[in-house]
C-alpha cells in the first residue's frame, strides 16, 4: 500500500569541489566525479555537487587554501601535497615505505587513522573523508638508467610531495610538480625523471615518448590515499542524512579508484612494454638506502614536530603488524598465483 | 537562507535481511549490520532493515530460497554456499585460485564481473551487490599435520562450499557445514580439520583449543566476496533515490567488513602462536596438486555449464592479466616491507 509522502528535513545545497588533477585522468580526477554523481543521487538532486580540475578555480596545491578559507566547499587532492605546511599531512596520504592500499583503508577505518587524521585537519577548517586510493605505484620514468644508489644524486626527480624530503637525503633535486605539467618539464629536460602514478594514467601522460627507463616499486607511495577535504562550516551545516549522504558517496568513489587503477593498469602495462618501454626493478642499494633515510628522517621529525610524533607512532604500530600478518596468507597466495601460468 | 523543506518521493519502506553467519562474528555478519544502520540514516530513518542471524528465520544455507521466493527481501551470504544449484554461484564469491580481494572488487566494479552475474543471479529473481570481502584466508585447523598431499586423502574436512569439490579430487571428504556449527563437529572428532576464515574469526569460535596446526594460504578463498542478495522485485519497487541508498549502504559495508578483518587479524594471530597453535605453510605438493586439479575441474565445467564457461573466462583472462601487474609494484613493494624490521 502506499504510505503517505514525507517531508524531508534538508533543503536544496550546492557545493564546488576543487580537484587538484586534472580533467583527462578519470581514474585520479574521474573519483570526484563519481562522488558528485552519488551524492545528486542520493539527495534525490537536491544536493548538487560539481567538480573543478586543477587550475580552473585554483592552482592544483592552492586548494587546502581555499577550502581552510571557504573559497570552495570542498577540495579533492593528494595529502602529502602540503607537507610544507605541515609534515603530518603526509600520514593521511602515503609516506615512504608506509603502508599499502588495504592496509591505508584498514588503519582509516578500523584503525586510528581517521580519529587522529581528524584531530589534525581540524586545525585547518578540514573535515576529511577517505576518497580513492591508488595501490602501490610506480617509481617513474627516468631518461638513463639507475645502477645504483649513485645514480641518484643530482637527478632533478619530480616526485609527489612529502617523498622528497627522502629523495634529497639521497642526494636527489626533488621537484613538485602538479600532474597536468609533468610531461612538459620532463619533455624539455627541465627534469632527469618523473613519477606520477602507475601504467594507466602515465601512459595518457605520454611519459613513455620521453623516457624509456620506468622502474618500480614506487617505495614512496605503497597506497596513496586520496582524500576529500570538507570546509568544517560547509560539514557542520547539513542536516545528519546529508551527512551521510557525504561518507556514502566518498565510500563509492573510495572503491570506484581503486578498482579503475587495478583494472586498467594491466593493459596499458602491457601497451608500455610493447612500445619498448624497459621495466626494471630499482636495484637493492636504492631500495635500503631509501629506508634508511626514511627512517632517520621519522626520527628526526618525531623529535620536533608533536603531531607528527602523535600521528606517525600510531601508523608504525600498525604497519608493523600489518606486515607481520600479510605475509601469510595473502603474500603465500599472491606468490603461488604470480608464479602459475594463467 | 532557509529554502523549502522538499517533498520526499518515497514512502516507508522495511526490509528483512536473513544471513548465513552467526551473530558473534562482528566481522562477517557485522558487515550487513552496518548496511542496515547505513540505509537507515541516508533515508532519514524511513528505510528500515532488520538483519537476522543464521537460522532466525531459515537455515544458513536455505537464504537464497528465501529470496528467491520472497519470504525475505535480502540475503547476506557466501555466494560459493549455493554451487549444488548451479556452479555458476561460486564464481561471484570465490573459487580455488581465483582473484585476492583488490581484484575481485575491480572485476566486479569495473570489469564484468557485476554485469556477468547479474544476469546469472537474474534466473533466481535476484539483484546483488558486492557487501564485504574477507581478504586472503588461513587453510584452517588440522588435528594432525598435514606432511604432504597424500594427508589430505580420506581427510574428513569442513571446507566453505564450492571448494570441497577440488578438496574431493585430492581425495579428501568435504563437509559443507555452516560457521556457527563448525566448532561441535571438530571438537566431536565427526571432522578432522575445518576452515573458517582467519585468525580473528577463528579465535572467537574457539577451533585453536581443538586443532592444533593451523595452516595457509586458504588457496581456495584469495579474496572472499559476501553479497548482499536482493529479491528482484523488491528492488524494482524502491525509488531511483533509494536504489541509489542500498548501493551506497553497501559500498560502505564493503570497505567495512575488508577493514576490520585486516585491522583485527594481526592480533589475533599473535594471540593465537602465543598459546600454541603451530602456523604453517601448505607444503608444495599440496598446493600443486590443488592447484591442478582446480584447472581440470573449470575445464570439465566449462564443457558442461554453458553459464559457468561464460563468467569463468571472463574471470580467467581478468585473473591472468592482473597477476602479471601485481607482481611489479605491489609485490615487490610488500616483499620489500614484510622483510624490513619494523
Chains 1, 2 share one sequence.
Not at 27 to 42: N, Q, R, S
Amino acid at each position: 500500500g502506499a504510505a503517505p509522502a514525507i517531508v524531508h528535513a534538508q533543503s536544496a545545497v550546492r557545493w564546488r569541489i576543487a580537484s587538484s588533477f586534472p580533467k583527462s585522468l578519470d581514474t585520479i580526477y574521474g573519483a570526484a566525479e563519481v562522488f558528485a554523481k552519488k551524492v545528486g543521487e542520493l539527495s534525490g538532486g537536491k544536493f548538487q555537487v560539481s567538480v573543478h580540475a586543477a587550475g580552473e578555480l585554483m592552482p592544483a596545491f592552492g586548494v587546502v587554501d581555499g577550502v581552510q578559507n571557504g573559497t570552495v566547499e570542498a577540495c579533492h587532492t593528494a595529502p602529502y601535497y602540503f607537507f610544507g605546511k605541515d609534515e603530518t599531512f603526509a600520514l593521511g596520504g602515503a609516506i615512504p615505505f608506509g603502508l599499502n592500499s588495504r592496509q591505508m583503508s584498514a588503519w582509516m577505518f578500523e584503525g586510528n587513522g581517521l580519529k587522529l587524521m581528524r584531530e589534525f585537519y581540524a586545525g585547518y577548517n578540514i573535515m576529511n573523508f577517505p576518497c580513492g586510493n591508488t595501490g602501490a605505484q610506480m617509481a617513474g620514468w627516468y631518461r638513463k638508467e639507475v645502477k645504483s644508489a649513485a645514480d641518484i644524486k643530482g637527478l632533478k626527480f619530480r616526485v609527489g610531495g612529502f617523498a622528497g624530503k627522502v629523495i634529497e637525503r639521497m642526494g636527489g633535486v626533488p621537484q613538485n610538480i602538479p600532474g597536468g605539467e609533468i610531461y612538459q618539464a620532463l619533455e624539455k629536460g627541465t627534469i632527469d625523471a618523473a613519477e606520477w602514478i602507475g601504467p594507466y594514467d602515465d601512459l595518457k601522460l605520454g611519459f613513455n615518448k620521453v623516457a624509456p627507463h620506468y622502474y618500480y616499486p614506487g617505495w614512496w607511495e605503497g597506497g596513496l590515499e586520496i582524500d576529500l577535504y570538507i570546509n568544517q562550516k560547509a560539514y557542520a551545516a547539513l542536516s545528519p542524512e546529508y551527512k551521510a549522504i557525504v561518507e556514502a558517496a566518498a565510500a563509492v568513489a573510495h572503491i570506484d579508484m581503486q578498482a579503475k587503477y587495478d583494472a586498467r593498469n594491466p593493459g596499458a602495462l602491457k601497451q608500455l612494454v610493447g612500445s619498448g618501454t624497459k621495466l626494471a626493478r630499482f636495484p637493492k642499494d636504492v631500495m635500503e638506502l631509501a629506508f634508511k633515510e626514511s627512517m632517520a628522517l621519522y626520527s628526526e621529525l618525531s623529535a620536533k614536530n608533536p603531531r607528527w610524533k602523535k600521528v606517525y607512532e600510531d601508523l608504525a604500530t600498525f604497519r608493523r603488524d600489518q606486515n607481520l600478518w600479510f605475509r601469510f596468507a595473502e603474500a603465500s597466495f599472491d606468490d603461488f598465483m604470480q608464479a602459475q601460468k594463467l
